[in-house]
């Protein structure tokens, strides 16, 4: 019955629409973004989508196009000149100070400031149209399609760096082409829940997952799953209370995130010790 009468509305079939394909893609690439321990360049793009945007509202162009150049011109920079780890968080930071100056400067000479700026700091996701829901689902099959034709050297190279290198698996190539992927993929997800919170698709669903299974495939299972009930119960809540969406996405994924790691920790305690005359052990 709910869900009949807000499918009335365009505006909220585009919500579903959209808000699912980008809780899938997130969900499957967040599995990866918490193994290799990139959040906080999740983070970072999120605020160089911003720029991005601001710079496309001044050109008049889409936003999701500013988002997509700027994120994916910065994760080539980052890719290519942070080789290092300490030299990558340099990068990273240059970067991403370049980028907000733009973005501040577009601001300033754009003349549609207040509206745009709640809308690329919270998300829009009840004003997508029809043809940002196409555009969403194209480039969400797509990242989906590049993860799982390289899972298997993307999954030994995030979750055994050292034994993939050792292996001779083109690992820099990995790493700029997966950097490439979460740049398209946080780019989407800022018209879901904004600039601001577009970690909460990427990490936290995939956090949920790593606090109940070990296996590859069942996190990014669950992950998905998550993702997407968050986004679901986030449309419902804020159609029927008129609260921003995001803020109803953010608080059901914290919240499944502590009684995951809460069900984790008691599982932990329920585990018998380990025999210390266990011979393994000595």
Known sequence: MLLSVMLQYSFMQHGFLAGTFVAIMCGAIGVFVVARGLSFIAHTFSHIGFSGAAFALYSGIDPLNGMLLFTCCSALAIGQLGIKVLKKDIVISVVLSV????????????????????????????????????????????????????????????????GAQAAGLPVRFISVAFLLLLAIATAEAIQIVGALLVF??????????????QSVWRMILLSALFAVAGVWVGLILGFYTNAPVSFFITIVEGGLYFVSLGWSTWLDRCRPAPDAGDPALS
């Open 200 to 213: 909460t698709l990427m990490t936290i669903p995939a956090s949920i997952a790593n606090n109940l299974t």
């Open 99 to 162: 980028c907000l100056g733009l973005g501040l400067l577009f601001l300033s000479l754009s003349s549609k400031q207040s509206n745009a700026v709640s809308s690329l700091l919270f998300g829009t996701v009840l004003g997508i149209s029809a043809v940002d829901v196409w555009k969403t689902a194209l480039l969400s099959t797509a990242v989906l399609l590049i993860l799982l034709l390289g899972f298997k050297m993307l999954t030994f190279d995030s979750f055994d760096p050292v």
